[in-house]
């Protein structure tokens, strides 16, 4: 199991998720993607995105406006 992290702090709507994307498709099953950004829609499109494509989205926290989501590959 790999962790990769992506940082899309300063990036707005939809570049973190565009990120995400290209990210996930570089992973193998199992495969943990921590993502960083302060965009303030980035919560709920974090959460739409792996409604959509059935990754796991195991948490999101939020320090200082900055969000981190963690994501699973399935």
Known sequence: ????KINA???KCPMPI????KGIKLMSVGDVLFVTSDD????EDVKAFCNM???TLTAVT?????FTA????K
């Open 9 to 11: 702090q300063g990036l």
């Open 53 to 55: 494509t059935g990754n």
């Open 62 to 66: 939020e320090a200082g406006g900055v």
């Open 70 to 73: 963690q994501i699973t590959k």
């Open 1 to 4: 199991m790999a962790e990769i």
């Open 18 to 21: 565009v990120k995400i994307s």
């Open 40 to 43: 303030p829609a980035f919560k």
